[in-house]
């Protein structure tokens, strides 16, 4: 083969694998959605603006339905009206472990006069024994509160609860507050709940 052979080969080969790069580059290149005109509906027949939904303080939380460890359907949507202490836990987690009790103090002799709902999402998908579990938990350490079960692990992903407890505090018109992540005793929940509108 002679070398003009052998040039132009490689120069198509060079060409080709530029046009290849540049189709891939192409299709990788993905045009933002505009959300400005989506409307969300948040339940009771209401409906927000899609970029009001987030998870910073004043945003609404995206709404989410789970089923608790007593049977009953929870939809945080539904709550509207109430200051909610949304918590993210797991039976394993030591820092969970030191704050239930304190939640069910405060549920117990606070939250009914605070007008207070709390949710106490587990994220079941990390725990070793599942459900059973955390009934164990929940009966060793005599919760009362809703404990919903994100058995799919889409909510506490969807709340970004890599590291828990993670506790959203929401305002009674369902937008965020405050977002605590560590625990908290009942006093803390106690002032916090006290700076909620």
């Not at 052979?5 to 993905?30: C, E, H, P, R």
């Not at 692990?153 to 560590?182: C, K, M």
Request: aromatic share 6%; charged share 20%.
């Amino acid at each position: 083969m002679n070398k003009k052979v052998i040039g132009y080969i490689i120069a198509a080969l060079l060409i080709g694998s530029m046009i290849v790069i540049m189709v891939n580059q192409n299709m990788n290149k993905i045009e933002p959605i505009d959300t400005s005109g989506v409307l969300v509906e948040t339940g009771a027949g209401s409906e927000v603006a899609m970029e009001d939904v987030g998870l910073r303080q004043g945003d609404l939380p995206p709404d989410f339905e789970l089923v608790t460890l007593s049977g009953e359907t929870v939809k945080l949507s539904d709550l509207k009206g109430k200051k909610v202490i949304l918590n993210f836990w797991a039976t394993w987690c030591p820092p969970c472990k030191a704050e239930m009790p304190h939640m069910q103090n405060y549920y117990r002799n606070s939250a009914e006069d605070d007008n207070v709902e709390i949710l106490a999402v587990n994220l079941t998908t990390g725990e070793h024994r599942g459900v059973k579990a955390v009934q164990e938990f929940a009966d060793s350490y005599g919760l009362t509160f809703p404990i919903p079960l994100d058995e799919t692990g889409v909510v506490g992903e969807s709340y970004q609860a890599f590291r828990i407890p993670t506790t959203y505090l929401l305002n009674t018109d369902g937008t965020i507050a405050q977002v605590i992540i560590g625990p908290m005793d009942e006093s803390m929940m106690a002032g916090l709940v006290r700076d909620l509108d």
